[in-house]
């Protein structure tokens, strides 16, 4: 009778024993990181070439070292999505990519960064004709003081695009449309910028920066300052624009970051420590760090 | 950083996240220990021809489906209100899987019980029950591991009880073997062994539900699927 005896007063009790909050011994944010080393997959295979091939990059400010010898490809028409805590470095890592740096003074930046295979360092390279084809959008909605139509047209004026007033009128319209919002603007296009919703704003923002014809998009924290309806509306711009654009996202949200990337960088104190797929990324990272961070144990 | 495998689940920033793993870890445990309880008991109870007992066995399974539809709900609100990621989010997709098989295993134990009940009404029936007793020993206790796997994220541990379900299959085709030939020597006895044989069925099925179960530990512990691959692809994601 006693022959299967069972252990399950054992067991069942084994959950309780261990305590509700456990203190680690250390603490995850304390891991030292080996320099210009990161796991997953960040460069593009030999097959096709990536839009933005970055090697060696470090950026300091100062004496301060913000970014730490991180090598990673952009490839075409992705979205890619960088997150981590704050100060880890990934909207300065951003900001590299259209030298959007420059205007620190103390800013320095080392290391490759190729745009289709060409460097944009290089002393004689045109900045705005590099941010012409790299557009950025920012964390607040920035538009011009004027009206929802000159917000659009600054850029291709500015940048000789269009000759004539229709073809300017045709771009504009076709921006707004791209933004998704066309239908909500059409009507009152000589209204001022400012009096729109943030949501609005933002999209206009988007438009503005479609205008110019980019072939990479930077987003520094698109939706932190909008609604979830607006940001809805913006992430569903991400993914339709991923098919003519290279799209480079910084969020705060983790689920932004599961919903609209291909792929997600984790960048930590500098370091970038890992990219890979998202749909990984979100399972079963590779790196403990990533881990942490987005199971919400540190950030 | 090294950290034990026991607080995997209890370091986040919200304490109240978690409570709300743990109290999913230890209610799944609780679960996992009933029903390995009514397989015994049911086993039990059939050998003993303790038709009282199996009666018990029946109404307890009240409990146990009760328990399913608690775990789902926990599990359903730590989506709805956590959104897990990475491993937290494989510790709740594991146990809404673990749990229907162990509601299963809890219907298996039932049927036991059915069982010992029609014999225990018709008469002493031994043969065949030391095979019954074996299989029970052999599946019970992978059950426990599989439990203990789970409690210790133990992924070896997992793999093994994989392993042994082959076996397991082995032993109720001997089994099977053996009472048909009982049948044949006496056709008298071939309504009790039938239903001996469909406990041996049910006890069979047992062991595939222990086997389910570590390979969800698997997923939880390595993040990899290893359902419907061979095992010694598992063993390689398992490791040494």
Known sequence: MNTMNPSIAAKAGAGEQEPAIAVPESRPEDTVIEEGKTVGKPFAGDADSPKFKLRNVSVSYGNDRAIKDISLDIRRNEVISFIGPSGCGKTTFLRCLNRMNDSIEICRVTGKLMLDGEDIYQSKKDVVELRARVGMVFQKPNPFPKSIYDNVAYGPKIHGLANRKSELDEIVENSLRKAGLWDEVK?????????????????????????????????????????????????????????????????????QAARVSHRTAYFHMGHLVEVNETNKVFTAPEHELTESYITGRFG | MPKSKDDMYGDHISHQFNDDLANLKNDFLKMGGLVEQQTIDAVNALIDGDG????????????????????????????????????????????????????????????????????????????????????????????????????????????????????????????????????????????????????????????????????????????????????????????P
């Open chain 2, 52 to 239: 009282w007992a199996a009666d018990e066995i029946r109404a307890r399974d009240r409990i146990v489906d009760n328990m399913e539809k608690d775990l789902d709900e926990e599990a359903t609100q730590l989506i709805a209100r956590r959104q897990p990621a990475a491993r937290d989010l494989r510790l709740v997709i594991a146990v809404i899987k673990m749990v229907s098989d162990l509601e299963r295993v809890g219907d298996e134990a039932k049927k036991i019980a059915k069982f010992a009940l029609t014999l225990a009404e018709e008469g002493h029936a031994p043969r065949g029950y030391v095979e019954v007793r074996h299989i029970a020993n052999h599946v019970t206790t992978m059950l426990n591991e599989a439990l203990d796997a789970f409690s210790r994220l133990d992924s070896t541990q997992a793999l093994k009880i994989i392993r042994e379900d082959k076996r397991v299959d082995e032993e109720y085709q001997a089994a099977t073997r053996t009472l048909l030939t009982f049948m044949m020597e006496d056709s008298r006895n071939i309504s009790r062994c039938m239903s001996v044989m469909w406990v041996l069925r049910a006890l069979e099925r047992v062991g595939d539900h222990a086997c389910n179960i570590a390979e969800n530990v698997i997923y939880m512990v390595e993040g990899e699927d290893v359902r419907h691959t061979p095992v010694e692809e598992a063993a390689k994601i398992v490791g």
């Open chain 1, 187 to 255: 009507d009152r296009l000589d209204a001022v910028a400012t009096g729109m919703s943030g949501g609005q704003q933002q999209r206009l923002c988007i438009a503005r920066a479609i205008a110019v014809s980019p072939e990479v998009i930077l987003m520094d924290e698109p939706c932190s300052a909008l609604d979830p309806i607006a940001t809805a509306k913006v992430e569903e711009l991400i993914s339709e624009m991923s098919e003519s654009y290279t799209i480079v996202i910084v969020t705060h949200s983790m689920q």
